[in-house]
T-cell receptor
Framework: GDSVTQMEGPVTLSEEAFLTINCTYTATGYPSLFWYVQYPGEGLQLLLKATKADDKGSNKGFEATYRKETTSFHLEKGSVQVSDSAVYFCALGTGTASKLTFGTGTRLQVTL | DAMVIQNPRYQVTQFGKPVTLSCSQTLNHNVMYWYQQKSSQAPKLLFHYYDKDFNNEADTPDNFQSRRPNTSFCFLDIRSPGLGDAAMYLC???????????????FGPGTRLTVL
């Protein structure tokens, strides 16, 4: 079945550091890939997405490229801020009902 | 703004006392989902409605039921809450069913359920 593997957290970075959160997937067919962010006590917000190989999703300085050859969708940001502290979920979506398979989530803590 | 709304944000119930959580959407999406999220875990899909068709996940306990009286509203009923049902419950919607790529799911803010 479909699955998503994310790097385990927590990840602790200083403000302005470079961020990478690794995400790899296993899927049949051609899934869409998503990164969602969850701030404390809130629901999930879409951060970015990519729907086919070599697509790059980007938003708020975050980027991720859909790599079919390595089945990966790593999240990157060049300079993190304290306000980026949250839990990040990688997910793949398939099927006519757009069901999502989530990774376990990676907690990011950014300090001054 | 179009959005997904969940009420209440916080719900306290007693062990075994039925509880209903509600979700509404102004996005006019045809698919609505209910997830359970326990602390420090990924959301777990309980079931979804594709239009009026109910789709239960294989491992969703019978204690959890859902109703969708119209396109805009969806309810999660927990018939006899146990202590293990304390969690955040997330509602999401999407405009699914086309031949294109998987559409985005849009999430509500969640309802945190406490079982005493």
């Amino acid at each position: 079945g479909d699955s998503v593997t994310q790097m385990e957290g927590p990840v602790t970075l200083s403000e302005e550091a470079f961020l990478t959160i690794n995400c790899t997937y296993t899927a049949t067919g051609y899934p869409s890939l998503f990164w969602y962010v969850q701030y404390p006590g809130e629901g999930l917000q879409l951060l970015l997405k990519a729907t086919k190989a070599d697509d790059k999703g980007s938003n708020k300085g975050f980027e991720a490229t859909y790599r079919k050859e390595t089945t990966s969708f790593h999240l990157e940001k060049g300079s993190v801020q304290v306000s980026d502290s949250a839990v990040y979920f990688c997910a793949l979506g398939t099927g006519t009902a757009s069901k999502l398979t989530f990774g376990t989530g990676t907690r990011l803590q950014v300090t001054l | 703004d179009a959005m997904v709304i969940q009420n209440p944000r916080y719900q306290v119930t007693q062990f075994g006392k039925p509880v209903t959580l509600s979700c509404s959407q102004t996005l006019n999406h045809n698919v609505m989902y209910w997830y359970q999220q326990k602390s420090s875990q990924a959301p777990k899909l309980l079931f979804h409605y594709y239009d009026k068709d109910f789709n239960n996940e294989a491992d969703t306990p019978d204690n959890f039921q859902s109703r969708r009286p119209n396109t805009s509203f969806c309810f999660l009923d927990i018939r006899s809450p146990g202590l293990g049902d304390a969690a955040m419950y997330l509602c999401a919607t999407s405009r699914a069913g086309g031949r294109g790529p998987t559409d985005t799911q849009y999430f509500g803010p969640g309802t945190r359920l406490t079982v005493l």
